[in-house]
């Protein structure tokens, strides 16, 4: 085992590839692989850090916010990106995983803030205090729509989902966390 860091640490508790504990050969190597403990971890870490900062935010907790998207840091650019630099580290740039990986990265961080955060936008709704135009918002609008289509019926109850999307630094966040996380589960590669 050449992987260094936290992948020997894994290998050596697990027993290498053999079946210890009940755990198979598969996962006791998918566990001494620091590429993917990296994006693992970088995503556990982000979640859990959402639920922390939501925590300080709205003074309770929101365990339901562990396997939500949208928030800070975006979960999904710290799992990408510490892939990513994994496999930079690991490999190298010249590689030809890396580019792979990095444009992987780049078209989920750009598809968080464009596509995803603009769905989210137009799910979210307003207080009616602090609408100052003549017009609804496009929101209201929706959600509006919805209710006189269904009204009476079970899908009328339900509200667009708001959180879908990410900010620039949210995204920037986890891409950060990410990178962080992978050099650390990579360290003496």
Not at 93 to 112: E, T, W
Not at 132 to 140: C, D, L, N, R
Not at 160 to 181: D, F, W, Y
Request: hydrophobic letters at 45%; aromatic letters at 8%.
């Amino acid at each position: 085992m050449h992987s260094g860091g936290f992948g020997v640490v894994a290998a050596a508790v697990l027993g290498g590839t053999r079946v210890h504990n009940g755990i198979g050969p598969f996962v006791a190597a998918l566990m001494a692989n620091p590429t993917f403990v990296s994006g693992a971890l970088a995503w556990a870490v982000a979640q859990t850090m959402k639920v922390m900062f939501n925590f300080l935010l709205e003074r309770r907790w929101d365990l339901g916010m562990l396997f939500s998207s949208g928030g800070m840091p975006s979960s999904h650019s710290a799992l990408c990106m510490a892939l990513t630099a994994s496999v930079g580290i690991r490999h190298g740039p010249s590689d030809s995983l890396f580019p792979v990986c990095l444009c992987f990265s780049l078209i989920v961080m750009y598809d968080a803030t464009g596509v995803r955060r603009h769905a989210g936008m137009q799910a979210e709704v307003r207080m009616s205090n602090m609408i100052t135009i003549e017009e609804p918002p496009q929101t209201e609008v929706l959600n509006k729509i919805i209710e006189d289509l269904f009204q009476g019926h079970p899908i009328s109850q339900r509200k667009l989902k708001e959180l879908l999307g990410h900010t620039p630094s949210q995204v920037i966040a986890g891409a950060l966390l990410g990178i962080i996380i992978a050099c650390f589960c990579c360290q003496g590669f």
